[in-house]
């Protein structure tokens, strides 16, 4: 069984830490195409002036809202969500700025959009994601 994971273009997508413009997280474009039972590592590098940022990355299913994963901050451990603690781990890179996800024993369920985000980044009540805006002034 083939699984088909899409990384998003988002080049085009502000990136709101502390609303500066040189603040930015890129992830390779295109499909990743693998096979049930393998393992997948999706890509993330950012570039930040925030001495101490916070990385997450969210899945996308299909007809569905982004669903928070993780979080990874410079110091200190990080947190998974529950339904995402076994087969899914990132470590965040300070050297090289990059936050790849490994994910492991793929599952049909895995077939989704990944996106990983740099803080400041919020949840509701209900762990729906919001990305906070800032305006131009």
């Given at each position: 069984m083939l699984l088909h994971f899409?990384?998003?273009?988002?080049?085009?997508?502000?990136?709101?830490?502390e609303?500066?413009?040189?603040?930015?997280?890129?992830?390779p474009?295109?499909?990743?195409?693998?096979?049930?039972?393998?393992?997948?590592?999706?890509?993330?590098?950012?570039?930040?002036?925030?001495?101490?940022?916070?990385?997450?990355?969210?899945?996308?299913g299909a007809n569905d809202h982004p669903k928070y994963m993780l979080m990874r901050p410079k110091y200190g451990t990080g947190v998974n969500a529950a339904e995402f603690k076994d087969r899914?781990?990132?470590?965040?890179?300070?050297?090289?700025?990059?936050?790849?996800?490994?994910?492991?024993?793929?599952q049909l369920s895995d077939s989704a959009v990944y996106y990983c985000a740099l803080r400041p980044t919020v949840t509701t009540g209900y762990?729906?994601?919001?990305?906070?805006h800032c305006r131009s002034q």
């Amino acid at each position: 069984m083939l699984l088909h994971f899409i990384l998003p273009d988002i080049s085009g997508l502000p990136s709101f830490p502390e609303c500066r413009g040189e603040d930015s997280v890129t992830q390779p474009t295109g499909d990743v195409i693998t096979t049930e039972g393998e393992q997948v590592t999706l890509g993330c590098t950012f570039d930040t002036q925030d001495g101490g940022p916070y990385l997450f990355w969210y899945k996308q299913g299909a007809n569905d809202h982004p669903k928070y994963m993780l979080m990874r901050p410079k110091y200190g451990t990080g947190v998974n969500a529950a339904e995402f603690k076994d087969r899914f781990q990132a470590d965040l890179d300070t050297k090289t700025n990059s936050i790849p996800l490994t994910i492991q024993r793929l599952q049909l369920s895995d077939s989704a959009v990944y996106y990983c985000a740099l803080r400041p980044t919020v949840t509701t009540g209900y762990s729906v994601p919001i990305q906070k805006h800032c305006r131009s002034q």
